[in-house]
Nanobody, 117 residues
Framework: QVQLVESGGGLVQPGGSLRLSCAAS????????MGWSRQAPGKQRELVAT???????NYADSVKGRATISRDNAKNTVYLRMNSLKPEDTAVYYC???????????WGQGTQVTVSS
């Protein structure tokens, strides 16, 4: 099993920045890719960014150029920094981790990000 705990959400003004953190515990040696997704009210969940254990990254077009995903394998933590936030970035952000040995995906409970003046 893998447990994921997100932190760093909150209320941010348009144009502002934030950094989300996600700490993994449990079967951490089996974790391969990690990432972030988000779900706004009434919308489907959207994969925002992913990062491999080696550091390769991918971003959704909606956040490309404004988001940076990173991970600290020693701390078993993945981060998502977002700049130039827009009201449409408002959503619950979920951290996920993929196990290479079982091919299971694990999700955190989510952290609310609200972009509003």
């Amino acid at each position: 099993q893998v447990q994921l705990v997100e932190s760093g959400g909150g209320l941010v003004q348009p144009g502002g920045s934030l950094r989300l953190s996600c700490a993994a515990s449990g079967s951490i040696r089996a974790i391969d890719a990690m990432g972030w997704s988000r779900q706004a009210p009434g919308k489907q969940r959207e994969l925002v960014a992913t990062i491999s254990r080696g550091g390769s990254t991918n971003y959704a077009d909606s956040v490309k150029g404004r988001a940076t995903i990173s991970r600290d394998n020693a701390k078993n933590t993945v981060y998502l920094r977002m700049n130039s936030l827009k009201p449409e970035d408002t959503a619950v952000y979920y951290c996920y981790a993929h196990r290479w040995d079982t091919a299971d995906d694990y999700w955190g409970q989510g952290t609310q990000v609200t972009v509003s003046s």
